[in-house]
């Protein structure tokens, strides 16, 4: 393996994602050496998160790309193996929630096993490297109190949120039967510019984008009162960090303690554009005037999930108080950073 031996190595999958590529720039600032697993497939394109990385603009560390597939065990072992890593971080996975329920074996393997294919990889050619497990707050699902924090018990309501759980419980495990410095960051739902288009919440703002440009007519939505705790991913990705740089592994909730609808995302990120909000569709009340007379948002029973989750807060207090982190991006100031970036891909800047 070529490079400065005595450079920190950290091993990344998902880096092409939103949270791998945020996580990739606090690496290279900090001076370490990043390597990034990236499926074959990915080598040649989707890396346009991070092309402003694999030039050498990181930082002073550099960024390299290693072939690997979380349902590859043996692929995993190999870049283990190369890399010998002083960290790892499993960002990868199927992360789309209503993806899992049309592909739901799909997502047990990549999501679930993905995780104890690389455990079993760091167990055996890097023991002492620290693992970094991105779980999610969809492991709570139908919750039982609020806010939840790291004593909630798990409630998963899609095939997602299930191969989240395993994911999590498996960490455990590893940490606890073979004495693996491995934690399990239960992050709430975090967002930014990076967000892909699919999800609800850049879905919203690059709505509206396009709108105020005239490049489409409306947005198509699911529940407008379904409730989540928003944060921004630059802040989430810096809590991964401090995890592993713990004196001890524990698990910790990440969250901002906050909860806002669907509906209150809209309404601040149509604001931003300056164009007033309509609304119409099953189970919502008409409102408002688009400046042509057109309903900008419709509500739609197709985009409802198989089993909702209403609405999800999170308690961050053990963060806080052991590891010193807290969000510094409110949700207004969220939900404007993503139109304006928004705005200004379409040319609205």
Not at 35 to 59: K, M, Q
Not at 111 to 135: D, I, K, M, N, W
Not at 143 to 154: A, I, L, M, Y
Request: glycine fraction near 10%; charged fraction near 25%; aromatic fraction near 8%.
């Amino acid at each position: 393996m070529s490079g400065d031996t005595a450079a920190r190595r950290a091993l990344i999958t998902g880096v092409t994602g939103q949270d791998g590529s945020y996580l990739a720039e606090q690496l290279l600032e900090e001076g370490w050496d990043v390597w990034g697993l990236v499926r074959p497939v990915a080598r040649t394109g989707g890396t346009r998160r991070i092309d402003h990385l694999l030039d050498g603009r990181g930082g002073p560390g550099r960024l390299r790309l290693i072939a690997g597939d979380l349902t590859d065990a043996s692929s995993l072992h190999r870049a283990v193996a190369e890399v010998r890593p002083h960290e790892i971080y499993n960002l990868g996975a199927q992360s789309h929630v209503q993806v899992s329920f049309e592909l739901p074996g799909a997502t047990s393997e990549v999501t679930g096993l993905g995780v104890l294919h690389l455990l079993e990889a760091a167990r055996r050619q890097a023991p002492e490297a620290r693992f970094y497990q991105a779980s999610s707050s969809e492991i709570y699902g139908l919750v039982e109190e609020s806010p939840q924090r790291e004593t909630t018990r798990f409630y998963p309501r899609s095939p997602y949120a299930a191969a989240k759980a395993y994911g999590f419980h498996i960490t455990r495990n590893y940490r606890e039967a073979h004495g693996l410095f491995a934690v399990n960051g239960i992050l709430f739902n975090h967002e930014s510019p990076r967000r892909g288009e699919d999800f609800v919440t850049r879905k919203i703002t690059l709505a509206a984008a396009r709108i105020r440009a005239g490049l489409q007519e409306g947005l198509e939505l699911g529940n407008l009162e379904s409730r989540r705790d928003w944060g921004f991913a630059g802040d989430y990705v810096e809590a991964m960090r401090l995890m592993l740089r713990a004196e001890d592994p524990e698990d910790y909730v990440i969250a901002t303690g906050e909860t806002h609808s669907v509906r209150e995302f809209c309404e601040i990120a149509f604001a931003r554009t300056g164009m007033p909000l309509s609304w119409r569709g099953e189970g919502v009340e008409e409102q408002g005037v688009a400046e042509d007379g057109r309903v900008l948002v419709t509500v739609d029973p197709r985009h409802f999930r198989k089993a909702e989750v209403p609405a999800l807060r999170g308690d961050a207090s053990l963060a806080r108080e052991r590891l010193g982190w807290r969000p510094r991006v409110g949700f207004r100031q969220l939900v404007e950073m993503m139109v304006d970036a928004d705005l200004e891909a379409v040319g609205c800047g």
